[in-house]
């Protein structure tokens, strides 16, 4: 069945710094969406990209659809303590069915 | 407008009892879908259900779980027996889905199950 792996599973990462997590899939994807759960939180969405190539941002986050639409990648500049979390990818099955989430990138934010 | 309401929010049982888990998803929302999470990982998808219909459940163990969308009322997904290996957050969330892949899905705050 379909697969969505993210690395790195954990990120430290200095106040301040830029990092990137990443998003792959075994199949092509129609689209794929990010969602962030704060600790003890729910998943919450972020965005959804579905061309080939998109790149989209919302304010200090960047996020990128590949070209064959296999993997994504999420990029945070000038990290903040809000940033703490863990970030999911996910993407619909060939049925369109549902989503298949990935293991998640958890973030920790030293000050 | 209220979001997905899912109750109750912990849950403890001892072995061998069962565990009701409800979901009402939000207004306007048809179609639910029901995930597993164990500390420290990811969201795992169970079943995805439309009122009175089972559309996908390949991600429900073959036994002692089940789940149900009836016409009037919550979601309800339901373990009987239940065992340590249960314990985990369970999420419900909603979509308005007219059509074509699945998009943008909304989480109720999830059910905390721990099994003595």
């Known amino acids: 069945g379909q697969q969505v792996m993210q690395i790195p599973q954990y990120q430290h990462v200095q106040e301040g710094e830029d990092f990137t997590t990443y998003c792959n899939s075994s199949?092509?994807?129609?689209?794929i969406q990010w969602y962030k759960q704060r600790p003890g939180g729910h998943p919450v969405f972020l965005i959804q990209l579905v061309k080939s190539g998109e790149v989209k941002k919302q304010k200090r986050l960047t996020f990128q659809f590949g070209e064959a639409k296999k993997n994504s990648s999420l990029h945070i500049t000038a990290t903040q303590t809000t940033d703490v979390g863990t970030y999911f990818c996910?993407?619909?099955?060939?049925?369109?069915?549902?989503?298949?989430f990935g293991g998640g990138t958890r973030v920790l934010v030293k000050p | 407008n209220a979001g997905v309401m899912q109750n109750p929010r912990h849950l403890v049982r001892r072995r061998g009892q069962e565990a009701r888990l409800r979901c009402s998803p939000m207004k306007g929302h048809s179609h639910v879908y029901w995930y597993r999470q164990l500390p420290e990982e990811g969201l795992k998808f169970m079943v995805y259900?439309?009122?009175?219909?089972?559309?996908?459940e390949s991600g429900m163990p073959k036994e002692r779980f089940s789940a149900e969308f009836p016409k009037e009322g919550p979601s309800i997904l339901r373990i009987q027996q239940v065992v340590r290996g249960d314990s985990a957050a369970y999420f419900c969330?909603?979509?308005?889905?007219?059509?074509?892949?699945?998009?943008?899905?909304?989480f109720g705050e999830g059910s905390r199950l721990t099994v003595l």
């Open positions: 969330a909603s979509s308005p889905r007219s059509g074509g892949f699945v998009g943008e899905l909304f």
């Open positions: 259900l439309q009122k009175e219909n089972i559309i996908d």
């Open positions: 199949t092509t994807l129609s689209n």
């Open positions: 996910a993407g619909p099955g060939a049925a369109g069915n549902k989503l298949t």
